[in-house]
């Protein structure tokens, strides 16, 4: 399984954007990335998922790169409700897919007025 | 729908008694999973279901630890006997085969606390 690198922490101004990276240098090519995320003593909530190109749902959008070695979360307006641990993982999905998740550190937003 | 529901939310008890966890994933979905959180560890799965057939426990930590799921509707996971190193969050989550096993719902924990 491609191993993903997240920044420990990040900060956001409330209202602006808030892009949060993550990169899987090794990623194949049937694995999809994956983001959650995990408000403070709330079980952890799936955000988006995607395999190569951009997707987009009400929550947030997903950038792969070209190259699928590294993806950027976006949380378009961030609010003071978005802090939480975001993480990004990478699973094969399909043929060999496992079912099982495995939560790394993830990445701590924290949201400012 | 309701979500996935889990109760008790809070159960503290002493060394060495049973506890018992209970889940109702999400109905339709057909994926069940069990999952354990300590400030330690993180956030690691235990075992998890398909069509209420365990699929996976290699992250059940001992034999004190055992998950059933007797239909679609219900599962627990009971600890027996209990010891303060089990002190933890639990979480059970659901997914639908359809989208795949990885678009998990999770449910709001049962924070167990052994004395």
């Known amino acids: 399984d491609a191993k993903t690198t997240q920044p420990t922490s990040m900060d956001c101004a409330e209202g602006r954007a808030a892009n949060l990276p993550c990169n899987h240098s090794?990623?194949?090519?049937?694995?999809?990335v994956y983001w959650y995320r995990q408000i403070h003593s709330q079980g952890p909530q799936y955000i988006i998922h995607?395999?190569?190109n951009n997707e987009t749902n009400e929550m947030a959008s997903l950038i792969i790169t070209e190259d699928r070695k590294s993806s950027t979360l976006i949380l378009p307006h961030a609010t003071l409700r978005d802090t939480a641990v975001y993480y990004c993982?990478?699973?094969?999905?399909?043929?060999?897919?496992?079912?099982?998740?495995?939560f790394g550190q993830g990445t701590t937003l924290q949201v400012k007025p | 729908d309701a979500g996935v529901i889990q109760s008790p939310r809070h159960e503290v008890t002493e060394m060495g008694q049973e506890v018992t966890l209970r889940c109702k994933p999400i109905?339709?979905?057909?994926?069940l999973f069990w999952y354990r959180q300590t400030m330690m560890r993180g956030l690691e799965l235990l075992i998890y279901f398909n069509n209420n057939v365990p699929i996976d426990d290699s992250g059940m930590p001992e034999d004190r630890f055992s998950a059933k799921m007797p239909n679609a509707s219900f599962s627990t996971l009971k600890i027996q006997p209990s010891e303060p190193r089990d002190s933890a969050v639990y979480f059970c989550a659901s997914s639908l085969a359809e989208t795949g096993p990885y678009e998990q719902y999770f449910g709001p924990g049962t924070r167990l606390t052994v004395t």
């Open positions: 109905s339709g979905h057909d994926y």
């Open positions: 090794t990623i194949s090519g049937n694995e999809y």
């Open positions: 993982i990478v699973r094969v999905l399909g043929s060999g897919n496992t079912g099982k998740l495995i």
């Open positions: 995607g395999l190569k």
